[in-house]
T-cell receptor, first 113, second 112 residues
């Protein structure tokens, strides 16, 4: 089955700086790659996603890049703010709606004021 | 996107007992998914529930331990049976809607 590796496990950045979280996946059939933000006591919230026919997607301060050949994708957060502090998870799915998600182990992002 | 309501939000249960978690969606969906998130860990898919058929379980999860019902297109239940302290986790319901996979806020289960 699919295996998703995520790095780093903890990332501390100064407010205003950029943060990058990286994931790799194993199954070349995977074609959907979402990123989730989870705050304490809450369920994961989808922040951005990308499909395998796209190399990059951006939404304001957040961007995701995908390299299908290397089987890795990354989350980029620019101009970080204190409210960006949370645990971020990457995930992968073969898609089609019938398959669930395989998650990475998560990155605890800490924004230092 | 779809809105998911999960009940209960949290519970403390005695070992050997069972707990049924409810998941209600505000729109009709074909597939519903149940995940487990152990303390400080990532999410692991337990099973996929399709209305009108038996749930499909992932490796390491069995129906006798985690029976699932899916009586209609907006509702599902997950039961955690014969609980032990190792079952202490957050259990989350998820659906796939037009804008990707949406999650409920989870049920935080503590087994004592």
């Amino acid at each position: 089955g699919e295996n998703v590796e995520q790095h780093p496990s903890t990332l501390s950045v100064q407010e205003g700086d950029s943060a990058v979280i990286k994931c790799t996946y194993s199954d070349s059939a995977s074609n959907y790659f979402p990123w989730y933000k989870q705050e304490l006591g809450k369920g994961p919230q989808l922040i951005i996603d990308i499909r395998s026919n796209v190399g990059e997607k951006k939404d304001q301060r957040i961007a995701v890049t995908l390299n299908k050949t290397a089987k890795h994708f990354s989350l980029h957060i620019t101009e970080t703010q204190p409210e960006d502090s949370a645990v971020y998870f990457c995930a992968a799915s073969i898609g089609g709606g019938a398959d669930g998600l395989t998650f990475g182990k998560g990155t605890h992002l800490i924004i230092q004021p | 996107s779809a809105v998911i309501s999960q009940k209960p939000s949290r519970d403390i249960c005695q070992r050997g007992t069972s707990l049924t978690i409810q998941c209600q969606v505000d729109s009709q969906v074909t597939m519903m998914f149940w995940y487990r998130q152990q303390p400080g860990q990532s999410l692991t898919l337990i099973a996929t529930a399709n209305q009108g058929s038996e749930a499909t379980y992932e490796s390491g999860f069995v129906i006798d331990k985690f029976p699932i019902s899916r009586p209609n297109l907006t509702f599902s239940t997950l039961t955690v049976s014969n609980m032990s302290p190792e079952d202490s986790s957050i259990y989350l319901c998820s659906v796939r809607a037009n804008y990707g996979y949406t999650f409920g806020s989870g049920t935080r289960l503590t087994v004592v």
